[in-house]
Nanobody
Framework: VQLVESGGGLVPAGGSLRLSCAASGSIFSINALGWYRQAPGKQRELVAAMTGGRVTNYADSVKGRFTISRDNGKNTISLQMNSLKPEDTAVYYC??????????WGQGTQVTVSS
């Protein structure tokens, strides 16, 4: 399975970005998809996840601001990020797996929110 992210960039605080992740390869082995992020000097954390097509969880810090979605026809997942804050600055990774996202990883995309 190959995962390729796109959509990162620089945005002012309060702005929005939409990240996308295109999956290819043995996608029949994927049932869980999600987004993680890692800020400088911090551990990688789960931002949002879906299992079996249903959203399973969001990090408390992004609830009400971020939305994860899946387009099965295009084998993509997206992360709509609104009301961005400087603390959202991180490298965002797309992940996938059978029961939980984490077996396969994308290369990451940088999101920088300026204050």
């Amino acid at each position: 399975v190959q995962l390729v992210e796109s959509g990162g960039g620089l945005v002012p605080a309060g702005g929005s970005l939409r990240l996308s992740c295109a999956a290819s390869g043995s996608i029949f082995s994927i049932n869980a998809l999600g987004w993680y992020r890692q800020a400088p000097g911090k551990q990688r954390e789960l931002v949002a996840a879906m299992t079996g097509g249903r959203v399973t969880n969001y990090a408390d810090s992004v609830k009400g601001r971020f939305t994860i979605s899946r387009d099965n026809g295009k084998n993509t997942i997206s992360l709509q990020m609104n009301s961005l804050k400087p603390e959202d600055t991180a490298v965002y990774y797309c992940a996938a797996g059978l029961r939980r996202p984490g077996t396969y990883w994308g290369q990451g995309t940088q999101v920088t929110v300026s204050s």
